[in-house]
């Protein structure tokens, strides 16, 4: 591993205009700290790194480097590119437990942060590291939001969360789990209570329903509810996923890891959410893609779909009169997310649009003065690296309104 990555390291053209940096959603300086790197300064690197991207040890896991900084490399045009992640897991993984935080001077301000996942966390970090009190809340236990309770911990070690945890606590940000705000708790609470901002960064935590029958069934089950604790789940032997996208990939391989031994995943068309990397994993630990299934509805015995057919540029143009009934000992609705509706019934003035995501300006800025939000909340399922990028902005966008009111 040391040696691929000094090996990257010295591969690497140092471009004027770095095309890696232009493919990463939030610029990371590539060029720049691989020449810290080279030159030894391994903490130096890692503070650029932390600096413009405070989710940069997850990012360098997580991301999708094929479409983002090494699909862009100039080395990969007629080769190999230069893979950086690697570079940047090494680095910034190292920097996590040997950062020491100068504490910043205190600006007697505090902001209240909902959600801790990538937004939240990275709001956290750099109001914390600005010198303003941050506590986050949370309705889960632990922080991470979707890095803790939807990637899976064979993608991504929950350890490495653990020990972002202790970053935060050096920073002494607070952290109220188990706490869901718009319930016991509003936003007006927070004001009334002296915060000075508030940042949403709540995500999407509704599992999207098909509106057909049998999804209440008791081997029914949604993709997101199952990744959160696929120990507390029975699902069989034979598990049919339905929906082909990122959540469900992961949803599949998880369940080869639990015990199931066939899983099937249905998509209605042949064009799918999923990236080619996502489905080629599942499709080496085993599971199985049924195109032009379109599902009608789950029975006991399992789900019913009408069959496709389609023309020569593989559009569906009709179905088949047969449904297609399939066995299966679990079936796993896997078909995207959108946000819970908590916070805006609960704030008076806090607009979102017919999705139910937050509407906010330029500035991040909601539609009720001083309460920013990014990530998925605004945007739906997104990105680690592209709620980053935006929380960035966010950050921002808090500390000049907080310098002024
Ligand atoms: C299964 C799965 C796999 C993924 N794989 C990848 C991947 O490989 N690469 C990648 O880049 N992205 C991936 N993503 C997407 C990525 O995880 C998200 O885009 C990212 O986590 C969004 O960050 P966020 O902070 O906006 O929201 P979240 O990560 O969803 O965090 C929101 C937090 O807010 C909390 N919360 C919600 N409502 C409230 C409330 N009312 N009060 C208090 N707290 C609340 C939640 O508990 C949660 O902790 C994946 C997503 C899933 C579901
Ligand atoms: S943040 Fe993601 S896209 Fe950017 S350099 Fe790191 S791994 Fe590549």
């Given at each position: ?46 503070q ?118 202790k970053?935060m ?31 949403v ?20 089950h949604f ?128 607009e ?15 539609t ?21 990028a ?16």
């Amino acid at each position: 591993m040391a040696l691929t990555i000094m090996n990257d390291a010295q591969r690497c053209l140092q471009c004027k205009v770095p095309m890696c940096k232009k493919g990463c959603p939030i610029a990371t300086p590539i060029p720049e700290v691989i020449a810290k790197f080279k030159e030894g300064k391994l903490m130096e690197a890692g503070q650029q790194l932390f600096e413009n991207n405070p989710m940069s040890v997850f990012c360098s896991i997580v991301c999708d480097h094929q479409a983002q900084c090494a699909g862009h490399c100039v080395l990969g045009r007629k080769g190999s590119p230069v893979h950086f992640y690697n570079i940047e897991k090494f680095v910034s993984d190292a920097y996590l437990d040997r950062v020491r935080i100068t504490k910043p001077e205190k600006k007697g301000k505090k902001a209240a942060v909902l959600g801790a996942g990538p937004a939240g966390m990275s709001v956290a970090v750099i109001l914390a590291s600005n010198g303003y009190d941050v506590t986050i809340f949370d309705d889960n236990n632990q922080i991470g939001g979707m890095l803790r309770y939807g990637i899976p911990e064979f993608r991504l070690p929950k350890t490495i969360i653990d020990r972002y945890k202790k970053l935060m606590n050096k920073l002494d940000i607070r952290f109220r789990p188990n706490t869901v705000l718009g319930e016991a708790l509003t936003i007006d609470n927070l004001f009334r209570d002296g915060y000075a901002a508030v940042f949403v960064g709540t995500g999407v935590w509704r599992p999207k329903t098909l509106g057909i029958e049998g999804e209440s069934l008791p081997n029914v089950h949604f993709g997101i509810s199952y990744l959160a604790n696929p120990e507390a789940f029975t699902i069989g032997e034979n598990v049919a996923i339905i929906g082909m996208g990122n959540v469900a990939m992961d949803v599949a391989r998880t369940a080869l890891r639990h015990g199931a031994q066939n899983v099937t995943l249905y998509a209605r068309s042949k064009r799918i959410a999923a990236s080619e990397h996502e489905m080629d994993y599942a499709r080496l630990d085993g599971a199985q893609f049924e195109f032009g299934q379109a599902i009608e509805k789950i029975e006991p015995e399992g789900p019913v779909f009408k069959v496709a057919i389609f023309d020569e540029n593989d559009k569906v143009v009709g179905y088949e009169e047969e449904l297609n009934h399939v066995k299966a000992d679990a079936t796993i609705l896997a078909v995207s997310q959108a946000p819970k509706n908590k916070l805006i019934l609960t704030t008076e003035g806090l607009e979102g649009n017919e999705r139910g995501l937050l509407i906010t300006d330029d500035n991040c800025m909601c539609t009720v003065p001083g309460v920013f939000a990014a990530g998925d909340v605004v945007h739906g399922s997104n990105t680690v690296v592209a709620a980053a990028a935006e929380a960035k902005k966010a950050a921002a966008a808090m500390m000049e309104y907080m310098e002024n009111h």
